[in-house]
């Protein structure tokens, strides 16, 4: 049974630091690529992050480049998102999600139904 688990969210002032993490167990972690979505109240599930098996390639939707890092330990089974420069519209529920595959070709990444395991979410809250 496939378990995936965020943590790390919270409420931080604009422009401060927070690092989710999400531990994955029940499966090979290093077979499948890895993204990190968000949803606000009243606004679809977006795509924020991906990275492949490897770690070598990662993306980044436009409104979090150059703020947001995503990284993975494969010898934990955990993902990470660093989240700097933090903004009042970075506010939403965080969630972790294992791709179908190890990595995913053109834009795919940012399609939920190209994930098929997905954690319970970690909220964040910025305060302006």
Aim: aromatic share 14%.
């Amino acid at each position: 049974q496939v378990q995936v688990m965020e943590s790390g969210g919270g409420l931080v002032q604009a422009g401060g630091s927070l690092r989710l993490s999400c531990a994955v167990s029940g499966l090979i972690f290093d077979d499948y690529a890895m993204g990190w979505f968000r949803q606000a109240p009243g606004k679809e599930r977006e795509a924020v992050s991906y990275i492949t098996w490897s770690g070598r390639s990662s993306y980044y939707v436009d409104s979090v480049k150059g703020r947001f890092t995503i990284s993975r330990d494969n010898a934990k089974n955990q993902v990470y998102l660093q989240m700097t420069s933090l903004k009042p519209e970075d506010t939403a529920k965080y969630y972790c999600a294992v791709s179908r595959y190890t990595s995913m070709f053109g834009e795919s990444w940012r399609r939920p139904d190209q994930y098929n395991n997905w954690g319970q979410g970690t909220q964040v809250t910025v305060s302006s």
